[in-house]
C-alpha cells in the first residue's frame, strides 16, 4: 500500500488544575505516596459543561492546522475513548458536526488506553489501500466524569485532556512501519466500569454499589502493563525490522512513571530518549499518547527521519504499539 504518516498534530487539556496537595483535602493520601508510586504531580479536571468531545475538538483543530488540511478533506474520523459524551451517537460524529468534517465517515473505537493506537492501525490501513485520503485519529478523555473521588486507589491516578493527528500519505520511505495490536479479555475484570451497559443497566442499584465508576485492581494491572510495554514495544520494533538502538523517541502511555521506567530498561534507552508528562497530566487513557507525542513535537524533539515508537497498555486488557519513520 501506499506509505502512510502523521501530518499534523495537536492537543488540548483543561485550565482546571487539581494537585496532589488538594487530593490531601479529599482522600486520605499525601503527595509523598502519590509522587513516589505514580511520578503524577498534578492533573487537569474539565469544567462541568466540558465533554470529551468539547476536548477532542480543540486539540483536532490544532491537529489540522498543523497538517494543513481542512476540515471538510478529512474522510474519516476515529475517536478513541472510554469517556463517549454519550453512549450513542459517538463522540466522532458529534466532532464530526463541530468541524464540520462533512464528508468524513466518523466511529468511536473501545480499546481503553489503548485505544489511539487501534485506531492508527485502522485509519492507516484504510488510507494504505487507497480507500481514503485523510483521516483524524483522536485520542479523547474526561476521566474525571467516571472517577470515585473517595476512592483513593483511583481518583489519584486520572485527569482530562484529549489528543489529535492528521494522518495520510507520505513520501516514501517515511509513516508508519508496523502495529503491534493484541489483548487478553481473561484480565477483563482487573480494570472496568461494570455499570450501564447492557449487563447492568443503570438502576438505583448500579448508582449505590458505584457500578458507574472506574475499578480498578492496580497491582495486577501493574504487572501486566510492566510486562506488556517491553515486549509490545520489541515485537513492532522486530516486525518494523527495526532494533532498539534505532529508536529516537519512545512515547508510551502515561500511566505510572515506574512503568515508563521498567519499559525503558527493558528497551534499552536513555531518559532522554522518552516522553514524559505523566507528572503534568497523570493518566489520561487514550489521550495520553497523542498528548505525549504533540508535546513533543511542540518541543521540537521530533524531527525528519526518526524513529518513534508508540506504546501503550490498558483495559480490555488491550496493548498497541506502533513504530514509524517521521
Ligand atoms: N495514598 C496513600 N495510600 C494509598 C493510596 C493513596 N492514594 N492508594 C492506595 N494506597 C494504599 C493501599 O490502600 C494499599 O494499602 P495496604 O497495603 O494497606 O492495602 C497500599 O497503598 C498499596 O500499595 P502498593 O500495592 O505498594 O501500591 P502499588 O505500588 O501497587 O501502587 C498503583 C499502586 C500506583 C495504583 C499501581 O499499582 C499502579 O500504577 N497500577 C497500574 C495502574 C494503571 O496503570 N492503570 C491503568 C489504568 S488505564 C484506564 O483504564 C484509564
Partial sequence: GRPVGILGTGKYVPDRVLTNQQLEQMVETNDEWITTRTGIKERRIASEAQASSDLAYEASLKALAAANVAAEDIDLIVVATITPDMAF???ACILQEKLGAK???????SAACSGFIYGLANASSLIATGMYR???VVGAECLSKITDYTDRNTCILFGDGAGAVVIGEVPEGRGFRSFELGADGS????LRISGGG???PVSPDTIDEKLHYIYMAGRDVFKFAVRIMGTAAEEALRKAGLAKEDIDLLVPHQANIRIIQSALERLDL???????????YGNVSAASIPIALAEAVEE???????????????????WGAAALVW
Fill in 270 to 280: 536513555p531518559e532522554d530518549k522518552c516522553v514524559v508528562n505523566v507528572d503534568k
Fill in 89 to 91: 451517537p459517538s463522540t
Fill in 103 to 109: 464528508k468524513a465517515a466518523a466511529f468511536d473505537l
Fill in 300 to 318: 521540537g524533539r521530533v524531527n525528519e527521519g526518526d524513529v518513534l515508537v508508540l506504546v501503550g497498555f490498558g483495559g480490555g486488557l488491550t
Fill in 134 to 136: 485523510h483521516a483524524l
Fill in 198 to 200: 447492557s449487563r447492568h
Fill in 187 to 190: 484480565g477483563g475484570e482487573l
